[in-house]
Structures are given as C-alpha cells and as structure tokens.
C-alpha cells in the first residue's frame, strides 16, 4: 500500500479487511503510510509495519524514563516515552536501527513497494478510456466502472499466475535455476504481453488447457 499522510491509519484497513487467506506478517509502506499510531496499532495487532523512510537524520529515537543513552547517540533521542503514542515511538525506535542496519531490509521494502507500484501501472494501461478519469456523476456508475477495472486486473493477473509455475519449469529445464527466494519476490502484475485494446469477450475455458510458452528471440539472431 501507498499511502500519503492523511491516509497513514487506512493500513490498516488494508491488514485486516484485504477479504483473502493471506496471513500477513511484515506490510510495506511509503513515508506517508506511516505514523506514531499506525506503529502502535500495527505492533499490538501482531504485524510487522516496514516504511521506507525519507529524511532519517530528522527522526529521532525515545526511550522509557531513566533509561540514558550512550553519548554517541544523544542528538537521535527526543523525550521519554508516556502513553498509547509513544508504544509507536518505542516501535519506531526499535526500527530505525535495523533499517539503518539492513541493507537487505531495505532492498526488501523497495520490492514490496514495487509490486504495489506494478499494480498501480497495470491500472493506470488498463483505465485508458477515460485517461484515469472517473467522470460519471453519481456512485453508483462510479462503483460500476471501478468494480469493472478491478475485474480486470484480476483476471490478468489470474492467467499470469497460471503461466507462471509453467514458466519456472521450464526455465528450470533449461539450466535457469528459480529458488523459492527468488520467486517469492516475482508478482503476477506484467500487461506487456496483453493486448489492451479491443473488445474484451468473456468465454468459458479450461485453465488446464494453457497455450505453449513463447520464448524471446533477438533480432540481431538470424
């Protein structure tokens, strides 16, 4: 999830209501998407809330009373810590150390990122009619044309995913290895290879009856 500021408590929304079987543990966000609350609330409901975060030397680390950091790192630490707030400030503190750490954190977070970022640009070709305009006046035609692109990028990335484990095979067959860490990080969100345009006809088909894979060639190849 992207989020902006005024948005940041919407994650949530986005860990509890997302209506599939996902269990969920560690949720990328933006700057924006984060805030004191949302790492709160994320913390005592059990997930794991990572942003990737701008302007780090402004952020700053809190401690519970009494506690003295080392001298080093004194310009980092604000005032103590006192209520509900503060559990995210604790939570906050406890990140920025493992994000300033973590370069595999934030390789992580940039890649989780991306995928929402794919679906946003998988969107945005798909909604090519009104140029990403919903311009029907009342919420009823606007919750039909945003139902029916939803429709559509579930339907593309359902026929991604069935081509997908095919494709691993066969790259696997030909001496390409694809390790479960490595295609943990691949989502089914590609339109390159769909024709976006035309008329969109919905017949019936056997999903076990997948075409033969395409494979690539290079013009310079004869």
């Not at 035609?141 to 494709?167: C, D, H």
């Not at 345009?197 to 395409?214: K, M, Q």
């Amino acid at each position: 999830m992207n989020a902006n500021a005024s948005e940041a408590i919407h994650v949530l929304d986005g860990l509890l209501y997302h209506g599939s079987d996902l269990a969920i543990e560690t949720h990328y966000v933006d700057t924006g998407g984060v805030s004191d609350m949302s790492f709160a609330l994320c913390h005592l409901l059990g997930f794991q809330l990572v942003p990737r975060l701008r302007g780090l030397k402004d952020r700053r680390l809190y401690l519970f009373p009494g506690d003295a950091p080392p001298e080093r790192i004194m310009p980092l630490v604000s005032d103590p810590i006192l209520a509900l707030r503060d559990i995210g400030r604790i939570n906050r503190s406890i990140f920025l150390p493992q994000w300033w750490q973590s370069a595999e954190m934030r390789r992580n977070a940039t890649a989780g990122l991306n995928k929402s970022e794919a679906q946003n640009t998988l969107a945005r070709a798909l909604f090519f009619n009104r140029l990403g305009e919903l311009r029907d006046r009342t919420f009823e035609s606007q919750f039909y044309r945003a139902s029916g692109l939803n429709l559509l990028i579930n339907v593309i990335v359902y026929w991604n995913t069935l081509y997908l484990e095919p494709v691993f095979a066969d790259l696997n067959r030909s001496g390409i290895a694809t390790p479960p860490e490595v295609i943990k990080h691949i989502a089914p969100l590609g339109w390159q290879h769909i024709s976006l345009t035309g008329d969109y006809i919905w017949t019936p088909t056997d999903s076990s009856d997948l075409r033969p894979l395409r494979r690539e060639t290079s013009i310079l190849v004869a």
